[in-house]
Nanobody, 127 residues
Framework: QVQLVESGGGLVQAGGSLTLSCVAD????????LGWFRQAPGKEREIVAA????????YYAESVKGRSTIYRDNTKNTMFLQIHAMKIEDTAIYYC????????????????????WGQGTQVTVSS
């Protein structure tokens, strides 16, 4: 079982910035594509961003494109998501996920393709 642990959530004012982290055990890190998802109350889980196994290819949802950055540090088995210019609608529980055995150069976009999920971290954006 791959364990993923998110951190960095909390309360942030609209217009501010936030950096989320996701640490995973190292057994499958190098073989995994990674992604960030979020789920707001009453809404379905949606993808926020994803990064390929080698880190060279990324995907961003339109809702965060241009104001967010996903990256991974393979020496520390850690993935990050920076979001700037935070909006009220960014309020959600944010989850990181791993797709073990993913393509090396393509980010995994579909939730069903992910094998392992973290417990989530709450992000609340206030006005």
């Amino acid at each position: 079982q791959v364990q993923l642990v998110e951190s960095g959530g909390g309360l942030v004012q609209a217009g501010g910035s936030l950096t989320l982290s996701c640490v995973a055990d190292g057994r499958t890190w190098s073989r995994s594509g990674l992604g960030w998802f979020r789920q707001a109350p009453g809404k379905e889980r949606e993808i926020v961003a994803a990064i390929s196994r080698l880190g060279g290819h990324t995907y961003y949802a339109e809702s965060v494109k241009g104001r967010s950055t996903i990256y991974r540090d393979n020496t520390k088995n850690t993935m990050f998501l920076q979001i700037h210019a935070m909006k009220i609608e960014d309020t959600a529980i944010y989850y990181c996920a791993a797709d073990v055995g993913a393509w090396a150069t393509a980010p995994t976009v579909l939730p069903a393709q992910y094998d392992h999920w973290g417990q989530g971290t709450q992000v609340t954006v206030s006005s």
